[in-house]
């Protein structure tokens, strides 16, 4: 028991360490991280200011485009991460390893929250220096929570596309790509959306981003308290466990498919 339990451990940290030490080689890579997604920003920001909106849109937009750096990481390093390792070769080596699958899961989850986050502070930091957006946060701490509790539910469902994406779509990347661009407008990514019809905002509200990032921007934009956003915080403890099972579940059903019909490890399958 605790051997298996040390064993999985390392295994975490194997997967944590590729990710940080594989994601940080080359400065001109995290130069383009952190400075390229302002470039998107800018566009908005400036569109608003022509418009002569409320100023609190500017923060919208810089808040959201900090956020939709995870986004990418979960849909292309996590949701398609499953495809490339068998591309590559490693899949073989993670079925076989007297591992549990989740544990690698949780090891590229941890990897990639740590790595993005590295770029999303970087993002941030000069989003507010270049376009002196001004915010009226209350609680820290809120802050924080609401934070984390937003990327366990994100990452949970990136590993639930880890293992859909490789049972079901050969193409990992055209599977990513239709999920990318409907998730930048259901989430309110660069919008409030509560400009949505009620029906719309209600389908928007399933996905993790969408609540995190509303719950972040009230906290920071409109200092509200826990009280304000308490159904957010509920939201996401139970859309991170829901999540959590299903990712479990449907690797179960992988890793059941690989050994009775083996056609998981071939590339062409």
Do not use: C
């Amino acid at each position: 028991m605790i051997k298996s339990f040390m064993r999985n451990l390392r295994a975490i940290y194997g997967r944590v360490y590729v990710r940080i030490i594989g994601g940080n080689r080359y400065l001109h890579e995290i130069f383009a991280d952190a400075f390229l997604p302002l470039l998107n920003l800018s566009a908005y920001v400036f569109v608003y200011k022509a418009m002569n909106a409320p100023q609190d849109l500017a923060s919208f937009v810089i808040i959201g485009g900090v956020m939709v750096t995870f986004w990418l990481n979960v849909l292309w390093s996590m949701g398609a991460q499953l495809y490339w390792e068998k591309e590559m070769g490693n899949l073989e080596v993670f079925l076989l390893a007297p591992i549990s699958r989740m544990a690698i899961l949780f090891g590229m989850a941890i990897g990639g929250m740590i790595n993005t986050s590295l770029r999303a502070l970087a993002t941030l930091i000069l989003g507010l220096y270049i376009f002196n957006v001004k915010f009226n946060m209350s609680n820290p701490m809120l802050v924080l929570t609401i934070f984390i509790l937003t990327l366990i539910a994100l990452y949970a469902l990136g590993m639930l596309f880890s293992s859909l994406f490789l049972l079901f779509g050969r193409e990992a990347w055209h599977s990513a790509n239709l999920l990318q661009e409907p998730i930048y407008f259901l989430s309110g990514i660069y919008f409030p959306i509560k400009y949505f019809p009620f029906w719309l905002q209600v389908v928007a509200s399933l996905i993790p981003l969408t609540i995190g990032l509303d719950a972040i921007r009230k906290l920071i934009i409109y200092g509200y308290d826990f009280i304000d956003i308490h159904l957010h915080f509920f939201l996401l403890i139970f859309l991170s466990i829901v999540l959590l099972i299903l990712a479990k579940s449907s690797l179960n059903y992988m890793e059941k498919i690989a050994k009775k019909e083996g056609r998981l490890t071939l590339r062409w399958a």
